[in-house]
């Protein structure tokens, strides 16, 4: 995974118009916590955090006040509800060869047996933990062929090298569900006997 380089600034101004101010200024109001060090609140640009935070679990790798160097993944990210930009991040604080919880994004491939089942995602992301610099970005899982009423479960998809699980390995994930058959609304079928008589 490759590390996303970002300058942070100190923010001493706090409360709902000292974020508002810094929105308007294209930044972002943020807060940097983690290894029992106080909570640092920072302001990030806005559209450089914006273009970081579309990889799941990015890396980055802060420069703030030009002074301190630190690396962070992004723990909680809040969005405006209908203009989707940035409202406030929280970083959490990594060191390099430490481990994290995290939870990565479940993709498949391939296609299910034939008779329009449906796959319902159970698990959307998997929580794993990885070394903090070699955060996996997804998890492929094959579909193929799976057939109604099929699971897979967390122990059945294969994780990269140094990645484990951090949820039950008996945990569904993905399951393959019947195709519902459409039933006719109730008075048709009593309309249709009322012809034939």
């Known amino acids: 995974m490759s590390e996303v380089k970002i300058a942070a600034e100190t923010r001493t101004e706090f409360g709902k118009g000292a974020a508002r101010r ?27 955090l914006l273009l970081a935070l579309r990889t799941p679990n990015v890396l980055i790798a802060l420069d703030i006040d030009g002074k301190t160097n630190e690396l962070a993944i992004p723990k909680s990210v809040q969005r405006d509800p209908v203009k989707g930009f940035l409202e406030h991040v929280d970083l959490l604080l990594v060191k ?6 995290v939870e990565i994004p479940v993709q498949t491939e391939g296609e299910l047996a034939p008779g329009g089942n449906l796959l319902e995602h159970v698990l959307s992301a998997l929580p794993v933990e990885a070394e903090a610099t070699h955060i ?8 193929e062929g799976l057939e109604a009423g099929a699971s897979v479960l967390a122990k059945d998809i294969k994780l990269p090298s140094g990645v484990s699980l951090a949820v039950e390995d ?4 993905l399951q393959v569900l019947a195709a519902q058959a459409e039933e006719a609304p109730e008075g048709a079928e009593e309309g249709e006997e009322a012809a034939e008589a």
């Open 96 to 101: 390099r060869g430490e481990k994290v919880q």
């Open 136 to 143: 996996p970005e997804s998890v492929t899982v094959s579909v």
């Open 170 to 173: 008996d945990a569904v994930v």
């Open 22 to 48: 810094i929105r308007r200024s294209d930044k972002v109001p943020g807060v940097l916590y983690g290894h029992g060090s106080d909570p640092l609140h920072l302001t990030f640009p806005g559209h450089e």
